[in-house]
């Protein structure tokens, strides 16, 4: 019997929408089975949806052709948050006790419940949680559940932003016709696949360069430190090229094409004006000032974090302006660190390999990693007529149909947020229900902000 249900993401960037459909077994490892990808022209912009319309009518084409591969009806989706208003804000609850009291994991969540709770204020809102460094009587401890203490003090990252992030992305899916399944946290989240436990550990920079922002997440003992977006990207980049006299489409590909920055950007300008006709030292000369300002944000806020001299891990870059040629030796050259590409943790997703190479997909396949609610529409019930010829009519007079018409079960499995419940067939054992699985104790906290229902 062909398998049903699937979970869906949706990352709505600056400069293309991506749909991703799959499938997640017991153990949480991702199967994609299709993909695609819509240009956003100009209604989102820095992250954020600008035109919830157009926004709309493209979802909603993204949609149709997710489920014109699969062959599949979709009823919700994941849809990831970012925009240029995001940044990390430190928080601290605490929890005074009577005396030295046995530590619990209630006393925990409410910690926890507290902080997801906080309203910075009136123009930002509470979009996460991330795991917090737990203190007892002033002492730093990695777990303090069983533990005796007077006094339990959690601290906090909160992503913060603007209101109108969320509440455009519900705009948008509910005029796609869709509803959301819930929203996940893109710029954090990214880490799940981009960066190991040894990356966390020792201490290291996500630098997360798109079309229309550049993330900044520093990470130090596992945990998130600091996070910070810059309203530059790619196609700023871009914009600078066209105001030498290119159009858009042609800006976008000498960029890609002949575009480099660093000491050696020059290295084949002769050959490449030869092959594109182009001024090719101006164009790298456009690139590499824009490129300079968006580093030194960057290296600005790393500093303004605190942990400029604890990240021996270095720099990991991911996004797709992160492909512009001769960044990672010019990012080396200016932070005196290693620096390498992010890909795709394998052992999660385990197909699409070009996607997972792909500097560019960490952020939308790692909204597959913690999307558990089934997404496929239910089939509607068959209304089936009754034959009401004159035999029929005898018929039913003495009892032998039952109504004028019968229901033709629902087919398929309903499922929640917490599990698939999945018709079997005959003979058949029902298969197990498919549960979350935690990646490590930096997301604590934050699966529940995940599911809409729980997200108000």
């Known amino acids: ?81 970012a925009g240029k208003s995001l940044e990390s804000l430190e928080h601290t609850e605490t929890l005074p006790l009577l005396s030295e009291t046995d530590i619990t994991v209630g006393m925990i969540d409410k910690l926890e419940s507290k902080a997801k709770a906080y309203q910075p204020d009136n123009f930002l809102t509470n979009y996460g949680v991330v795991a917090p460094q737990y203190f007892l009587d002033g002492e730093q401890v990695e777990d303090p559940n069983g533990r005796q203490a007077s006094l339990l003090e959690a601290k906090f990252q909160i992503i913060v932003g603007r209101p109108n992030i969320k509440n455009n992305i519900r705009a948008v899916a509910d005029k796609a016709g869709i509803d959301v399944a819930g929203f996940i946290l893109g710029p954090i989240t990214t880490s799940a696949l981009a960066l190991t436990n040894d990356d966390k550990m020792q201490g290291c920079a996500l630098i997360d360069f798109g079309a229309g922002t550049t993330n900044v997440s520093v990470y130090k003992d596992g945990l998130l430190k600091f996070f910070k977006v810059i309203p530059f990207g790619g196609r700023t980049v871009t914009k600078d090229i066209r105001a030498i006299g290119f159009i858009e489409a042609a800006a976008e590909d000498y960029k890609t094409r002949y575009g480099r920055v660093g000491k050696d950007r020059n290295k084949h300008a002769a050959e490449d004006r030869a092959d594109s006709g182009i001024d090719v030292k101006e164009l790298n000369k456009v690139i590499q000032l824009r490129v300079e300002e968006i580093v030194l944000n960057v290296l600005n806020q790393i500093e ?98 039952d109504s004028r018409t019968q229901s033709q079960p629902k087919t398929g499995y309903e499922a929640s947020a917490k599990q698939y419940v999945q018709q079997a067939a005959p003979g058949q054992p029902k298969p197990k229900a498919l549960k979350k699985k935690p990646f490590n104790r930096f997301f604590i906290g934050l699966s529940s902000l995940f599911d809409e229902h729980k997200e108000e």
Do not use: W
């Open 304 to 401: 303004n974090s605190g942990y400029a001299d604890k990240i021996p891990g270095g720099l990991i870059i991911t996004g797709g302006a992160s492909l512009q040629t001769g960044l990672e030796n010019f990012l080396s050259e200016k932070f005196k660190l290693p620096v390498r590409k992010a890909s795709a943790n394998r052992v999660m997703i385990n197909n699409v390999s070009d996607l997972v190479q792909n500097p560019a997909y960490p952020h939308v396949l790692s909204i597959l990693l913690f999307a558990n609610s089934n997404c496929e529409k239910a089939e509607e019930p068959i209304e089936i007529a009754v034959d009401r010829s004159e035999d029929a009519v005898v018929a039913d007079q003495f009892g032998t149909n």
């Open 1 to 81: 019997m062909e398998q049903s249900g699937f979970i869906v993401g949706i990352d709505m960037g600056t400069s293309k929408i991506v749909g991703l459909l799959a499938r997640k077994n017991e153990q949480g490892v991702v199967t994609v089975l299709a993909s695609e990808t819509i240009s956003t022209d100009s209604c989102v912009r820095h992250g954020v949806v600008y035109n919830i319309d157009e926004a709309a009518g493209k979802v909603k084409r993204l949609v149709n052709l997710l489920e014109n591969k699969t062959g599949k009806k979709i009823a919700k989706a994941y849809f990831s948050v």
